[in-house]
């Protein structure tokens, strides 16, 4: 899995998101997924197919729960050959 999180650098930490806060969240979340059978373990998958798009999307989810908008990108291999990418499209026309 790999997540990319962009945002104002905190002056304090010299960071966007707090990496042992990042790791910690991550973990949390893979953990959930971990040597399970998601379609019938996680409630998520119960109710939507446990594909490599759909774990990306429920990643996305739960890490966007913990950091907010610092979040904007979440991706997970399934190979050396083959990724799975989720990430939402910000309409900067919102704003006016």
Not at 33 to 50: A, C, G, I
Not at 60 to 84: D, P
């Amino acid at each position: 899995m790999q997540v990319r999180v962009s945002g104002e650098i905190d002056s304090e930490t010299g960071m966007v998101v707090n990496l042992e806060e990042l790791d910690r969240l991550s973990g949390r979340v893979l953990e959930g997924l971990d040597h399970k059978r998601l379609d019938v373990e996680v409630p998520y998958f119960t109710e939507n197919q446990p594909t490599g798009e759909n774990i990306a999307k429920y990643i996305w989810g739960r890490l966007k729960e913990g950091i907010g908008e610092s979040l904007v990108h979440v991706s997970v291999g399934e190979t050396k050959n083959s990724y799975f990418e989720y990430f939402e499209e910000v309409s900067y026309l919102d704003e006016y």
